[in-house]
T-cell receptor, first 115, second 116 residues
């Protein structure tokens, strides 16, 4: 079946502009995650959605970052007033259910470059 | 404060030999560990995992060993194949108050190159 998809694959934006990154999880997966990978670093947890529960936003680096998940499926990560340090690959992952399986299935990522 | 450390940025081995990738962690609350493989321009792919109640888990050519007292785990690939060339990430999670291990903490990765 189809895996996790993300769009756009690449995004170049000017400093100060807002950007929206989209994630389509695997159908039927109730858990959705956003990570960020800066150059030379590991993956950094940003936010986690599970069903109708309140999301865990503890990894969001600043209030310029926000995320939504509509209808329990598609998610959008929004970065307002982008800064150069926001340049990174943003990865989305989904998993069937939290608590029973911890294996997360990742999308190909969106490479964001802030000029 | 890096809780999961992969101290070798790169590793090069000959085809057919064993590849050993290492990972150290500092958080004693971690109780579930995973290895992911990542090819360029793709997302990480789950490879193998181990719970803290075990010290070894094997899946085909891949074996993960966990040494809780040393807070160390390793991934063994034998025999290594050129297609194994990729970045390997170690990840760990701790059970939260709700009994869930969803939040993964990743290391920086090790680039494995398997030479024909």
């Amino acid at each position: 079946g189809a895996g996790v998809s993300q769009s756009p694959s690449n995004k170049v934006t000017e400093k100060g502009k807002d950007v929206e990154l989209r994630c389509d999880p695997i159908s039927g997966h109730t858990a959705l995650y956003w990570y960020r990978q800066s150059l030379g670093q590991g993956l950094e947890f940003l936010i986690y959605f599970q069903g109708n529960s309140a999301p865990d936003k503890s990894g969001l680096p600043s209030d310029r970052f926000s995320a939504e998940r509509t209808g329990g499926s598609v998610s959008t990560l929004t970065i307002q007033r982008t800064q150069q340090e926001d340049s990174a690959v943003y990865l989305c992952a989904s998993s069937p259910q939290s608590g029973l399986t911890y294996e997360q299935y990742f999308g190909p990522g969106t490479r964001l470059t802030v000029t | 404060d890096q809780q999961v450390k992969q101290n070798s940025p790169s590793l090069s081995v000959q085809e057919g030999r064993i590849s050993i990738l290492n990972c150290d962690y500092t958080n004693s609350m971690f109780d579930y560990f995973l290895w992911y493989k990542k090819y360029p321009a793709e997302g990480p792919t789950f490879l193998i995992s181990i719970s803290s109640i075990k010290d070894k888990n094997e899946d085909g050519r891949f074996t993960v060993f966990l040494n809780k007292s040393a807070k160390h785990l390793s991934l063994h690939i034998v025999p290594s194949q050129p297609g194994d060339s990729a970045v390997y990430f170690c990840a760990a999670s701790a059970r939260n108050s709700g009994g869930s291990n969803y939040k993964l903490t990743f290391g920086k990765g090790t680039l494995l190159t398997v030479n024909p």
